[in-house]
């Protein structure tokens, strides 16, 4: 079997990818392990927050481009991805990290984000159980959330409407031959060639590069995740705040979600994750100090999902060294919302050559990075 761009991971940046490319008359196949985010992938375990604030100045094109895509993309995948367009907002507690939220409206209107500034009384007006602490707010009211899952299943399919191949429910390797990665061999032994090999696997990612002696300063972590019992309506905005590990939403099922960069324990070969009981009780804990009204619900659920991360917190996207190889991974924790826009970008960069978006996410930034600062990243310990 044979393609011009094998696809290996169907989270939502592999499934975007394969959809961008098959829209473009390129023969596809979409490889994953088990199938559209799957357990503990991050595309199964993320909040799915559609948040165009806070972002890298090298990712706030991409970020605004998709928040375009996302307004019109469940009519265009023909599924119903749970898109609520609630807001996001970021709020400060005390005049010193009111001077961030000040200094973040500013850089971020000025780059062409819709931000706005809010006092207590406006914040109160978009979050009306918000803590009396906060202070200033930025709120970017067109943010908001979508299912992470429902999502890279739809990108999915539409790509299969489109003439992919999906091969699902099986594990690979990269197949190297004298002339680089010649595609992808099944755990079955069967071989799938490719002129174009792209590694959007995720935390899988780097067992994949490392098998073919390809060392990045790219690590897995396991990040955990909290939900609530049902509550009534309460919150449309996603919230964070400055200084706080926080990401909160209240989900189409009334559920509050509590993320943020709380770790998870990591454990096997198959990238396995475990939530941490004190992280738990503290990330709930957080979240109940910024939204009082949590406090009076009880946790009805914790998972930790497997996350692809770079050492600059900035994903790797583009031609690797290696001929035939092509990355889209280390999304540390932010790839979501980007997702239409990165497959549209990527689509773009295989088939009309260097895309100039996507300049700043190049593998070869990490020639720069030596050896020992690699190992020291990825043996990096978790806090716990």
Same mark, same amino acid.
Request: glycine fraction near 10%; proline fraction near 5%.
């Given at each position: 079997?044979?393609?011009?761009?094998?696809?290996?991971?169907?989270?939502?940046?592999?499934?975007?990818?394969?959809?961008?490319?098959?829209?473009?008359?390129?023969?596809?196949?979409?490889?994953?392990?088990?199938?559209?985010?799957?357990?503990?992938?991050?595309?199964?375990?993320?909040?799915?927050?559609?948040?165009?604030?806070?972002?890298?100045?090298?990712?706030?094109?991409?970020?605004?481009?998709?928040?375009?895509?996302?307004?019109?993309?469940?009519?265009?995948?023909?599924?119903?991805?749970?898109?609520?367009?609630?807001?996001?907002?970021?709020?400060?507690?005390?005049?010193?990290?009111?001077?961030?939220?000040?200094?973040?409206?500013?850089?971020?209107?000025?780059?062409?984000?819709?931000?706005?500034?809010?006092?207590?009384?406006?914040?109160?007006?978009?979050?009306?159980?918000?803590?009396?602490?906060?202070?200033?707010?930025?709120?970017?009211?067109?943010?908001?959330?979508?299912?992470?899952?429902?999502?890279?299943?739809?990108?999915?399919?539409?790509?299969?409407?489109?003439?992919?191949?999906?091969?699902?429910?099986?594990?690979?390797?990269?197949?190297?031959?004298?002339?680089?990665?010649?595609?992808?061999?099944?755990?079955?032994?069967? +071989?799938?060639?490719?002129?174009? =090999?792209?590694?959007? $696997?995720? @935390?899988?990612?780097?067992?994949? %590069?490392?098998? #073919? &002696?390809?060392?990045?300063?790219?690590?897995?972590?396991?990040?955990?995740?909290?939900?609530?019992?049902?509550?009534?309506?309460?919150?449309?905005?996603?919230?964070?705040?400055?200084?706080?590990?926080?990401?909160?939403?209240?989900?189409?099922?009334?559920?509050?979600?509590?993320?943020?960069?709380?770790?998870?324990?990591?454990?096997?070969?198959?990238?396995?994750?475990?939530?941490?009981?004190?992280?738990?009780?503290?990330?709930?804990?957080?979240?109940?100090?910024?939204?009082?009204?949590?406090? +009076?619900?009880?946790?009805?659920? =914790?998972?930790?999902? $497997?996350? @692809?991360?770079?050492?600059?917190? %900035?994903?790797? #996207? &583009?031609?690797?060294?290696?001929?035939?190889?092509?990355?889209?991974?280390?999304?540390?924790?932010?790839?979501?919302?980007?997702?239409?826009?990165?497959?549209?970008?990527?689509?773009?960069?295989?088939?009309?050559?260097?895309?100039?978006?996507?300049?700043?996410?190049?593998?070869?930034?990490?020639?720069?990075?030596?050896?020992?600062?690699?190992?020291?990243?990825?043996?990096?310990?978790?806090?716990?």
């Amino acid at each position: 079997m044979s393609a011009d761009v094998i696809v290996v991971g169907a989270g939502v940046i592999g499934a975007s990818i394969a959809y961008h490319l098959s829209q473009a008359d390129v023969a596809v196949t979409l490889v994953d392990r088990a199938g559209p985010a799957f357990a503990p992938s991050a595309s199964w375990a993320s909040a799915g927050g559609l948040r165009t604030q806070g972002r890298h100045a090298a990712e706030r094109p991409l970020s605004m481009r998709a928040a375009i895509r996302w307004r019109e993309l469940q009519c265009e995948l023909g599924a119903d991805l749970e898109v609520v367009f609630g807001g996001h907002l970021h709020v400060a507690e005390d005049e010193r990290e009111a001077e961030a939220v000040r200094s973040r409206v500013a850089d971020e209107a000025a780059d062409g984000v819709e931000i706005e500034l809010l006092h207590f009384p406006d914040i109160r007006r978009v979050a009306p159980g918000i803590t009396e602490r906060a202070l200033l707010g930025a709120y970017t009211p067109a943010d908001g959330q979508a299912h992470p899952g429902l999502t890279a299943a739809a990108f999915a399919h539409a790509a299969a409407r489109h003439g992919a191949v999906l091969r699902f429910g099986a594990a690979c390797d990269l197949s190297i031959g004298a002339n680089g990665v010649e595609g992808v061999r099944l755990a079955d032994g069967e +071989r799938i060639k490719g002129e174009l =090999t792209v590694i959007a $696997a995720g @935390a899988w990612s780097v067992a994949l %590069l490392d098998g #073919i &002696g390809l060392r990045l300063p790219l690590r897995w972590r396991g990040l955990q995740a909290l939900l609530s019992e049902v509550a009534a309506p309460a919150l449309a905005p996603t919230v964070t705040a400055v200084g706080r590990n926080l990401s909160l939403k209240q989900s189409p099922s009334c559920q509050f979600m509590i993320g943020g960069g709380w770790f998870g324990t990591m454990a096997g070969d198959h990238v396995e994750t475990h939530p941490v009981e004190a992280h738990v009780a503290r990330q709930w804990d957080v979240a109940a100090t910024i939204f009082p009204p949590i406090a +009076r619900l009880r946790l009805a659920q =914790t998972w930790a999902g $497997a996350e @692809a991360q770079t050492i600059d917190a %900035l994903p790797f #996207i &583009g031609r690797a060294q290696m001929r035939g190889l092509y990355l889209a991974t280390g999304f540390s924790n932010h790839g979501f919302q980007i997702s239409p826009a990165v497959g549209e970008l990527v689509r773009d960069d295989i088939v009309n050559g260097q895309e100039a978006l996507l300049a700043p996410f190049r593998p070869a930034r990490a020639a720069g990075v030596g050896t020992e600062a690699i190992e020291a990243f990825v043996a990096e310990p978790i806090s716990l």
